[in-house]
């Protein structure tokens, strides 16, 4: 394929081309080690990931680690499962990065997480103070 080709173009595709990257990892544990509700994590996630980015995949568990400094740099491991969005950079727009952040402020208070990140075009954003319900 020569690089003038126009890749969308030549596969009929019809969506804008998803340039970026959105990744969610949802853990199996909590910030105490106690198992939390994964399934329930995943589903909240691709619905959320679903509706502002017209889309995600949740790809099998995998094996991770998160060291805790305010906990002495204890280690925490986990079986996570990843959720990716492929996604047009123009959609991270002011209101889909607010709904993005109410759902991860969300998820770590109510999963009980010391720190919550999402992966955006292979910069790490993590979350470990969330936001009040009430405010």
Known sequence: MSPKTNIKRTLGATHPVGASQVVFFVPNRDREDKPINQQHWVDETLNVMGKIFRGATAFPPGRGVWRDDEAGGRLLKEQTVMVVSYIDRKLLTGPVLRSLREFLHR????????????????KYYGISRYDNPQA
């Open 107 to 122: 998820f770590g208070r109510e999963a009980q997480q010391g720190e919550v990140g999402v992966v955006i075009d292979s």
